[in-house]
């Protein structure tokens, strides 16, 4: 097969920007609508991935997140093995919404459940709902997250029959102003800590199905640790909100984060300022990941261009703290690697054991 | 045509609310992770149409709600007729929460964006798109709140091709612990005042679309105010938050609100306690739900049971308070009608002008 790239496994960016850019543009215009009540936007939060208002006394952090189609390869897999994924896709969709809030150096507080099905059916296999019901509350446990509430709408018609739409939102409260990471600490010098990721997580997933479409065995061809491809690519998504949570109460104030989802690696990229991102050393990537790279033949560039390649969220950090980010990441069980260091600019990502490099263009993600 | 019952028309109560519990039971079970940032939650505020954490220093209320089927009768009518309704089906959206919200005596104050697709080319007809943009900052605007962000995606496979599903969600604050109307300041005795709807709001849209394929002339059908029964389905739903704000700032508190959507009047029943009901005055009936009545051959307590009936939303108070909420309420352009008493249980509903009585038991909105 031709290598399959990212446009061609049906995401593309280029029609859906322009109506992003105008609801960016009239959000952004409702700002002034606060002073109503006394309260004031953090302005400098548009364009990061998470929003906050200053009530004076509070910073209150907001989000909402979907999951995308990752639950397309979960209803495959449960109809091909009877195996049921939703306690883990129940996770992907919390991990949408939190590992984006805790970027702004938000402590996730509470979360509610946006699960549109459409028909009926979908809730009368008890199973899988109640997989998706316990794997969501799990998940609120880890991060420490009231489930506040949701919907569980029939939405026959507008969701195609037999499926269900998953999103999460989620309300945060940045503990102090000190802690708030939306931009403005970053300098040259500062270390990048990867933390590790447990496989595809919920991005690149059109590029997964489009691959295993393509292979003769499906989501049933064994990868290289065994399991199936399908399976590999159900592994949840690794929640960051605990890693955020002890980094902060042992006394280290990260300067930015990043949550590598859409764009890979080139989300590295997404401060605002013209800085350059020099990495010295990657991490292992995932089987299931070096699985799409080969049989996919996406080359090394496309590859860490899409995929999170086995980091699924950076941390910014001055350099003599990054040490004790990765032990203290490490200790909670997630992988870790002083990876890189934050340059003079021009914006630019470099990957230097893999000789690649990413120009700031090539990442938009602001109006 | 025989008469139209709500299950006939595709929803299905019975088969969603043991999830439902499920999720509701679990949600509840995560209420203790807020321990460890020193918060709490109000665990009134379980069953009621808002979740509230008291962080100690403020009380911050949040809802994800999702629009429903209506977007079904904005895209036909708009093939059919070429005009556009997607400003009025984005007012709908945000007023799903805001309504919501408001109920629990929270001042909404920033929301977030659902937008799912099936795919990319719902945003690149730039007319409804835009629409859709303009009509969700408007709405916002209206009720000052700050457009924090959302998200668009392309859910091709999960999203019915050519569709898109709208949700919301929103962050509220309840600015004073007085405001708060949890439930427990109802009492005998109190007012019951209903705020006009606009028309259908976004309940019982099946009905209305079961109805539309069943007419020769389908949506293009004229009803007794001259319009279309497609034109006039898509009146935005009103948003109330405006309303609930004057009222407060008036110096009025009240005992309990209720958001008339789902299962009609029978809301009114929606306190924890066991009140009855009486209803002694009426509401006009917005032209599109007589006609829904008449064609679709509904008798007056299905009609109750079902739609809005012309209340979109309940302010229970002080009857003293009640002819200045309604004074309040008119002056913004919402219509209000001191329409009942808050009496001694069993708990019932009875619209005494249309001798009809609903039991407590016909409403289920808790675990």
């Known amino acids: 097969m031709t290598s399959l790239s990212y446009e061609a496994a049906g995401v593309d960016y280029g029609v859906i920007d322009p109506l992003k850019i105008a609801a960016q543009e009239a959000a952004k215009s409702t700002a002034g609508n606060l002073t109503r009540h006394g309260f004031r936007e953090l302005e400098e939060s548009r364009g990061e991935s998470a929003y906050v208002v200053d009530t004076g006394s509070l910073l209150i952090a907001s989000i909402t997140e979907c999951l995308g189609t990752k639950i397309l390869i979960t209803d495959e897999v449960y109809r091909a093995t009877g195996k049921s994924h939703y306690a883990a896709i129940a996770q992907d969709t919390l991990a949408m919404a939190i590992n984006d809030l805790v970027t702004v150096g938000a402590t996730p507080v509470s979360a509610h459940a946006y699960w549109a099905a459409g028909g009926n059916e979908w809730f009368a296999d008890a199973r899988r709902a109640n997989d998706l019901v316990q794997g969501w509350k799990a998940a609120c446990d880890y991060c420490g997250v009231a489930w506040g509430g949701g919907e569980t709408p029939n939405l026959s ?3 195609v029959d037999g499926r269900i739409d998953l999103a999460a939102s989620c309300v945060g409260i940045v503990a102090s102003r000190e802690r708030l990471t939306l931009g403005k600490n970053l ?3 500062d270390a990048i800590v990867l933390l590790g990721s447990s496989g595809i997580h919920s991005n690149g997933v059109s590029l997964a199905r ?3 479409a393509s292979l003769p065995g499906g989501y049933a061809t064994p990868i290289e640790d065994g399991r199936t491809f399908g399976e590999a690519l159900l592994d949840p998504t690794v929640l960051y909100s605990t890693v955020t949570e002890a980094i902060f109460k042992a006394g280290i104030l990260p300067k930015y984060s990043a949550n590598v989802t859409g764009h890979g ?3 590295l990229m997404r401060h605002a300022g013209d800085f350059s991102y020099d990495i010295h050393s990657i991490p292992p990537v995932p089987a299931v990941l070096k699985f799409i ?4 033949k996406l080359d090394v560039r496309e590859a860490y261009s899409t995929l999170n390649m086995g980091a699924g969220f950076a941390i910014f950090t001055a350099p003599e703290d990054a040490p004790r980010v990765v032990a203290i990441a490490e200790s909670l069980g997630v992988t ?6 934050v340059e003079a600019g021009p914006k630019r990502l470099r990957i230097k054991p893999l000789d690649i490099e990413f120009a700031g263009s090539e990442l938009t993600v602001r109006a």
Do not use: H, M, N, Y
């Open 293 to 296: 790279c080969s049989a996919g």
């Open 265 to 267: 690696w080139r989300k």
């Open 157 to 159: 018609g507008v969701v």
């Open 187 to 189: 300098a040259i010098g």
């Open 210 to 212: 489009t691959l295993a």
């Open 336 to 341: 870790a690697l002083e990876a890189g260091r």
